[in-house]
């Protein structure tokens, strides 16, 4: 599965309740959905990026300042703790930048035991209540309001998992496009998976890792997007209703295996 690619708009569910029943795999666990998403009027790109753990990019921060180019950063309380100073920063531009709930560990929206990714899960759904109250309280004590989105480590969930989010009151942020692969793919690939990018898109990228190669390509990328004229808009400022979900099954590699 290609995941530059973008989704397409047939068959798809305008609200997440509308998501079907996905079987387990089998000898695999439980069987992870990745939920997918585009603007449901192509108005614009939405670019989102992930302050997971890790620092401060401001390899990507400076330009999305200099060239005014608004995005909503899904940031965990981890991150807060340990960039106080950039959440600061951040907060100067206020026309900039919106803030969405990561969670408070980083732990993916999965349920059972093992791993994802190399990531823990919230193991059951008092765990996924306390990672999401715990991201977005974090949030708030820092500046950056009530965030509405929420987006679990990984961005692969347990089904089940979802109603649970829906009932505390955040949409789930999908995407279209994962520009860096968890910002682990070489800058030339990044920019060109970046620069593929088309009005209804959601951008997926990371912004904590100012020490790889992978930040240099969402720059580029966005660089090369800015100078054709591409419009940005902030997913902080839509609601649910403004996109268009679709899930895939997440593939074989991402299944939840149990803990050893």
Request: hydrophobic share 45%; aromatic share 4%; glycine share 14%.
């Amino acid at each position: 599965m290609c995941l530059a690619c973008p989704v397409t708009r047939r068959g798809v569910a305008t609200a997440l309740a509308c998501i079907p029943a996905l079987p387990a795999m089998a000898g695999e666990g439980t069987a992870l959905v990745e939920p997918r998403m585009r603007l449901a009027q192509p108005e614009g790109i939405a670019l989102t990026l992930d302050c997971c753990g890790g620092g401060f990019d401001d390899r990507i921060a400076g330009l999305l300042v200099e060239a005014r180019i608004p995005a909503t950063l899904f940031v965990t309380a981890l991150w807060l703790r340990r960039n106080g100073a950039a959440m600061d920063r951040l907060r100067q531009h206020p026309d900039l930048f919106g803030f969405g709930n990561h969670g408070g560990r980083h732990l993916a929206a999965v349920l059972g035991g093992g791993r994802v990714f190399g990531q823990p899960g919230v193991g059951d759904l008092a765990g996924l209540r306390q990672e999401m109250a715990e991201g977005a309280a974090a949030i708030a004590q820092a500046g950056g309001g009530a965030p509405r989105w929420f987006r679990g480590a990984t961005a692969r969930y347990s089904r089940d998992a979802l109603p649970a989010i829906r009932d505390a009151g955040f949409a789930i942020a999908g995407y279209s496009l994962n520009a860096d692969g968890g910002a682990s793919l070489p800058a030339a690939t990044v920019a060109a998976r970046v620069g593929r990018a088309v009005p209804g898109d959601v951008i997926l990228g990371h912004l904590n890792h100012p020490e790889r190669p992978a930040g240099a390509g969402i720059a580029a990328g966005i660089a090369a997007l800015h100078r054709r004229g591409a419009r940005f808009i902030r997913l902080d400022q839509r609601g649910p209703a403004e996109v268009a979900y679709a899930t895939e099954p997440a593939d074989r590699s991402a299944a939840i295996r149990a803990a050893s």
